[in-house]
């Protein structure tokens, strides 16, 4: 599976919704699947370019509170 690209630059480190999606889901105990599960809702979020211009923890939030 192939990631999803880099979205911003932060602080000299580029931010992926993945790492968004990951950070939000450990620090809300959320199981792996729904982790998993919002990754690929984000690739196909970005794929249909239904969030286009959106902050990547916006979309992050998006397809958490989609999939839980």
Not at 21 to 48: F, P, R, Y
Request: hydrophobic share 40%; glycine share 2%; charged share 30%.
């Amino acid at each position: 599976s192939k990631e999803l690209e880099p979205v911003i630059q932060q602080k000299d480190k580029l931010i992926k919704f993945e790492d968004y999606i990951k950070t939000v889901c450990a620090k809300l105990e959320l199981s792996t699947k729904v982790e998993n599960d919002a990754i690929e809702i984000a690739k196909i979020v970005k794929e249909k370019e239904y969030l286009t211009g959106r902050h990547p923890m916006t979309v992050a939030g998006v397809c958490i509170y989609f999939v839980t």
